[in-house]
């Protein structure tokens, strides 16, 4: 019963799946995202107070904690973890890639509960480019290549469907050139932790006009002229 609320509120959260296992105990397995030199608490809500904890990496110890004793901080995890004895709940401080791991709780009082941790970098802005065709303009949203969990990544815009096309995948939308080009757009783009947006208008990807630059060359004249 108690495992069983446990990992039930912690599906409800997160949206993931319990399976029972044998004995009639019962496992989650939730995925978690951290950032790199970011922080991560692994959540637990269990309804009875604890009386002792255990979380593991891997199988080797993280922390160690007993009613009426200090929390025990195994290495590497030495001043980089917090265990609140209250919750269960377990935050990584500054992670790093090595940190990515399976870790788990394993205490009398909630049943066992299993996270899969996955450490990926800062989301960088996306930079938007065009390409010019002769009726149409193509939008890429692109995040720098140094980034290494594009599969992580999707994209959505903001632009009226009646501007965007869909192109030929989520980073790309296609625009004909005879729409309003003083609009800009927007991507957004969203890893697990954070999104990032950027945006483009839409003038700048068309080459000036003729008259933009006969009003540019007039100017520059009387600017000369009153000097
Ligand atoms: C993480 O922190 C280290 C040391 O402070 C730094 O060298 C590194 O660039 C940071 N990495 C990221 C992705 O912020
Ligand atoms: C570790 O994290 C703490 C809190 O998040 C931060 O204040 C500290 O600068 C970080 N240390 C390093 C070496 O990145
Ligand atoms: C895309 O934009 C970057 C700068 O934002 C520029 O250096 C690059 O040449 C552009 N690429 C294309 C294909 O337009
Ligand atoms: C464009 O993509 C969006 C989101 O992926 C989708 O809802 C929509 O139906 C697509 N439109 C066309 C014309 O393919
Ligand atoms: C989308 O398509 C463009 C061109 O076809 C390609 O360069 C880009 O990598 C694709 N992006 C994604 C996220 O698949
Ligand atoms: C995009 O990713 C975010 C975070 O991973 C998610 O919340 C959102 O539902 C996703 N949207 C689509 C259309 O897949």
Same mark, same amino acid.
């Given at each position: 019963m108690t495992a069983g609320s446990a990992c039930g509120w912690a599906a409800v959260v997160l949206g993931v799946v319990c399976l029972v296992l044998q004995f009639d105990s019962i496992s989650c397995n939730f995925p978690m995202f951290g950032t790199v030199n970011q922080s991560v608490t692994f959540p637990i809500a269990s309804s009875v107070p604890f009386t002792e904890i255990l979380w593991t990496k891997n199988r080797d110890k993280v922390v160690e904690w007993e009613a009426g004793s200090p929390v025990r901080v195994f290495p590497p995890f030495i001043r980089r973890v917090h265990l609140d004895t209250t919750s269960g709940s377990l935050t990584i401080f %500054? $992670? /790093? @890639? +090595? *940190?990515?791991a399976d870790y788990k709780l394993d205490s009398l009082s909630s049943g066992d509960t299993l996270f899969t941790l996955k450490v990926i970098d800062p989301l960088p802005s996306p930079t938007l480019n065009c390409t010019l065709a002769a009726e149409d303009i193509t939008v890429n949203c692109r995040i720098p290549e +140094? @980034? +290494?969990? /594009?599969? $992580?990544l999707n994209y959505s815009w903001n632009c009226f469907p009646a501007l965007c096309k869909n192109g030929s995948n989520m980073s790309e939308v296609v625009i004909k050139? %005879? %729409? *309003? $080009?003083s609009q800009e757009i927007r991507c957004t783009v969203n890893s697990p932790l954070s999104k990032q947006t950027s945006l483009l208008v839409l003038a700048t990807c068309v080459p000036a006009a003729p008259v933009d630059q006969y009003f540019k060359m007039i100017k520059c004249i009387v600017t000369k002229l009153f000097k």
């Amino acid at each position: 019963m108690t495992a069983g609320s446990a990992c039930g509120w912690a599906a409800v959260v997160l949206g993931v799946v319990c399976l029972v296992l044998q004995f009639d105990s019962i496992s989650c397995n939730f995925p978690m995202f951290g950032t790199v030199n970011q922080s991560v608490t692994f959540p637990i809500a269990s309804s009875v107070p604890f009386t002792e904890i255990l979380w593991t990496k891997n199988r080797d110890k993280v922390v160690e904690w007993e009613a009426g004793s200090p929390v025990r901080v195994f290495p590497p995890f030495i001043r980089r973890v917090h265990l609140d004895t209250t919750s269960g709940s377990l935050t990584i401080f %500054n $992670l /790093t @890639y +090595s *940190d990515e791991a399976d870790y788990k709780l394993d205490s009398l009082s909630s049943g066992d509960t299993l996270f899969t941790l996955k450490v990926i970098d800062p989301l960088p802005s996306p930079t938007l480019n065009c390409t010019l065709a002769a009726e149409d303009i193509t939008v890429n949203c692109r995040i720098p290549e +140094s @980034y +290494s969990f /594009t599969q $992580l990544l999707n994209y959505s815009w903001n632009c009226f469907p009646a501007l965007c096309k869909n192109g030929s995948n989520m980073s790309e939308v296609v625009i004909k050139r %005879n %729409n *309003d $080009l003083s609009q800009e757009i927007r991507c957004t783009v969203n890893s697990p932790l954070s999104k990032q947006t950027s945006l483009l208008v839409l003038a700048t990807c068309v080459p000036a006009a003729p008259v933009d630059q006969y009003f540019k060359m007039i100017k520059c004249i009387v600017t000369k002229l009153f000097k």
